[in-house]
T-cell receptor
Framework: AQSVTQPDIHITVSEGASLELRCNYS??????LFWYVQSPGQGLQLLLK??????LVQGIKGFEAEFKRSQSSFNLRKPSVHWSDAAEYFC????????????FGTGTRLKVLA | DSGVTQTPKHLITATGQRVTLRCSPR?????VYWYQQSLDQGLQFLIQ???????AKGNILERFSAQQFPDLHSELNLSSLELGDSALYFC????????????????FGNGTRLTVT
């Protein structure tokens, strides 16, 4: 069965430090991969996506993610975190089985220390 | 701004009541997905419509129903409300076609916060 795992429920980093949020998925082929960010009281905003091509993808707000097929991972990174990055981050996989379906991870809540 | 509009932003109602949540997808998007987000359950897929037809069902209760109209807006109807139905309800839209053609990310509205008292 398809699944998405975000092993870290909470992460705390200092402002200016680097960030890596982990995401592992289970799917028979290469799915469509997405990262979303949710600020309090807001909807989910698409940060970046991957389907094929270069395994390192750039997104908005200075985020990037790397797809590693051998590890079934799609980790999100940012070299220097800003206080405004404090939010919840969701990894998602999409796949087509007659219609597009999406599975979301349980999210990682990021806290940024000043 | 994702282009997906949800109304109302907030709803407070009593147990046993019925409410309707509305969603207008991004211009050109044919698919609408409904999600429920609560603290203990995370983001739960409820139901998907494509061009007016139901395409997939997730963890949607029998007390809940939805439809997508010819103008592609969608409504989620919640009836016989219980305290446990209090949650954020999101609508997301996508350009999905009937054949796979590439990645098709979801675009989310800002949600409707439902409080059942």
């Amino acid at each position: 069965a398809q699944s998405v795992t975000q092993p870290d429920i909470h992460i705390t980093v200092s402002e200016g430090a680097s960030l890596e949020l982990r995401c592992n998925y289970s799917y028979g082929a290469t799915p469509y991969l997405f990262w979303y960010v949710q600020s309090p009281g807001q909807g989910l905003q698409l940060l970046l996506k991957y389907f094929s091509g270069d395994t390192l993808v750039q997104g908005i707000k200075g985020f990037e993610a790397e797809f590693k097929r051998s590890q079934s991972s799609f980790n999100l990174r940012k070299p220097s975190v800003h206080w405004s990055d404090a939010a919840e981050y969701f990894c998602a996989v999409g796949f087509f089985t007659g219609t597009y379906k999406y599975i979301f991870g349980t999210g990682t809540r990021l806290k940024v220390l000043a | 701004d994702s282009g997906v509009t949800q109304t109302p932003k907030h709803l407070i109602t009593a147990t046993g009541q019925r409410v309707t949540l509305r969603c207008s997808p991004r211009s050109g998007d044919l698919s609408v997905y409904w999600y429920q987000q609560s603290l203990d359950q995370g983001l739960q897929f409820l139901i998907q419509y494509y061009n007016g037809e139901e395409r997939a069902k997730g963890n949607i209760l029998e007390r809940f129903s939805a439809q997508q109209f010819p103008d592609l807006h969608s409504e989620l109807n919640l009836s016989s409300l219980e305290l446990g139905d209090s949650a954020l309800y999101f609508c997301a839209s996508s350009l999905n076609r009937e054949r796979e053609y590439g990645d098709s990310p979801l675009h989310f509205g800002n949600g409707t916060r439902l409080t059942v008292t």
